[in-house]
């Protein structure tokens, strides 16, 4: 049976804005304020999803969540009208609408943590949806991602999805974004290497001193134990907590792996050296770690341009290559480093540009709008088939977002009650055009 990577990516819901919301984030709190287009960043990561299609691998597409969050706003005590809500938060707690109104929900490496049908003890992929507990504007994600989810991989023979884990920050839990599967072929086991900022439980120990650390240890061990993962599939990685206070909020900023690869910065993670030695122990010396030193790219500049917020891709012919964004073109210390690599590194034969700068400017790079899912062609069979991109769904979706989207959204927009009207109706059409069946709260009353 043949076995590959399926990268599902968050569609850009209309409300996309710039709300400076996601402290530790250089860009979302640098951006803050600017006018944003959602249907150019709606565009911009279709464009992404279809060069891939083209290229022959397997592509879908998640849907965004329904903004603003008025569910959550009834359960902080607002009541009333739809209108009568928008109102109320509008003119006394602008910062709630801000938080509510995010599309946050784009960056679907954050979705789930997703374990493959080789490591679970009843041979389904497992997903656990991330509780995002370290900011309200993504706290409120976990229940319309869970429903997306079971309508996306809705065969619950071969899915399971697990609703996102409790007790708030201190299992704060973000993620596919600080997990990474290793092994050597698609469908044979391999490793799962969790990444994490701190250890919630203990006082003592290396932890960052300016930024919050969003993922703690605690959260991936409980997600490893509610997947069923054998202990010598899984490995616990600190990150650096230097790094962490640089603005690598997310290990896939700092972070890249496939297959046997790992494609990272030489400030990654805690104790590198030892990380790197137990990954070739574990993939019995098999195993390629590329460092990128500090002299060659900065922290800082990784940062800025997200050149390891990549995806790293074996197409079907064989090729492996890597897929930046535009920023890492316009920066002569990245491009330059790329262009090296490139010719001299056998593990990437190539990089691929693309061009998704509005969700660039909030911190969101070409890794963080996908989701990785290990597949082969049974599975494949469980997902709900039109939510995979083709040249024909491509131009159906094109067309929903030109119908639907603004060109300009800033902080006055989220206060105008059409605008709201608006992007209730665009995502109750979008949930026919995927199939999706009713997945908002809207859509339940
Ligand atoms: O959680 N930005 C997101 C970006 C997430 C990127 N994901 C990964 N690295 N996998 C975040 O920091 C900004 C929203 C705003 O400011 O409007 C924001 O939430």
């Known amino acids: 049976m043949e076995h590959f990577e399926a990268n599902f990516d968050g569609l850009v819901g209309p409300s996309h804005n710039y709300g400076g919301l996601a402290k530790g984030n250089i860009a979302s709190q640098s951006n803050q304020s600017l006018t944003s287009n959602p249907r150019q960043a709606a565009l ?33 005590g607002f009541s009333g009208t739809s209108r009568d809500i928008l109102n109320k938060v509008a003119t006394k707690h602008p910062e709630l609408l801000q938080a509510v109104y995010s599309a946050s929900s784009m960056w679907v490496a954050n979705a789930a943590t997703v374990s493959p049908r080789a490591h ?51 299992m704060g839990d973000e993620g596919a974004a600080n997990h990474t599967v290793f092994t050597h072929a698609y469908g044979e086991p391999g490793i799962e290497m969790f990444v994490y900022g701190q250890r919630s439980l203990y006082r003592d120990g290396p932890r960052p001193s ?52 790992l494609f990272c910065h030489e400030y990654a993670f805690q104790d590198q050296a030892r990380v790197i030695d137990e990954l070739h122990d574990k993939m019995q010396g098999n195993f390629t770690a590329i460092e990128v030193p500090e002299s060659d790219v900065s922290v800082a500049t990784a940062v800025k341009t997200y050149m390891f917020n990549s995806q790293l891709l074996k197409l079907p012919g064989g090729k492996r290559i890597l897929v930046v964004p535009g920023e890492c073109e316009e920066n002569m210390e990245t491009w330059n480093f790329l262009q090296a690599l490139k010719e001299s590194h056998p593990a990437i034969d190539d990089v691929l540009v693309v061009d998704i700068k509005q969700s660039m400017r909030n911190g969101g ?20 088939p039109d939510c995979l991109i083709n040249e024909e769904k491509f131009n159906v979706l094109c067309q929903w977002v030109e119908r639907h989207y603004r060109d300009r959204v800033d902080a006055d927009t989220l206060r105008d ?3 709201m ?13 995927l199939n999706l069946g009713p997945v908002y709260p809207f859509q339940m009353n």
């Open 210 to 261: 300016h930024f919050p650390a969003r993922q703690s240890l605690e959260a991936s061990q409980a997600v490893a134990r509610q997947h069923g993962l054998p202990e010598e599939r899984c490995m616990f990685v600190q990150q650096l907590p230097a790094s962490i206070d640089a603005g690598v909020f997310h290990n896939d900023v700092i972070a890249v792996g496939n297959l046997d690869t």
């Open 44 to 76: 911009q990561g279709l464009a992404k999803m279809l060069t891939l299609h083209h290229m022959g691998l397997v592509q879908g597409v998640f849907a965004p969540h329904a903004r603003p969050d008025l569910n959550s706003l009834r359960q902080l």
């Open 120 to 170: 679970t003890p009843d041979n389904r992929v497992h997903m656990t949806v991330a509780n995002l507990a370290s900011h309200l504007h993504r706290a409120i994600e976990p229940p319309t991602s869970y429903n997306i989810l079971r309508s996306t991989f809705r065969d619950e023979q071969r899915f399971k999805i697990h609703h996102d884990l409790s007790y708030g920050a201190l």
């Open 421 to 433: 009207d608006e992007n209730f109706r665009a995502l109750d059409e979008l949930t026919r055009i």
């Open 417 to 419: 009650p059409d605008f």
């Open 365 to 384: 790079g070409p890794a963080c709008l996908r989701l990785r899912v290990p597949m082969d062609h049974d599975l494949i069979m469980g997902v709900n």
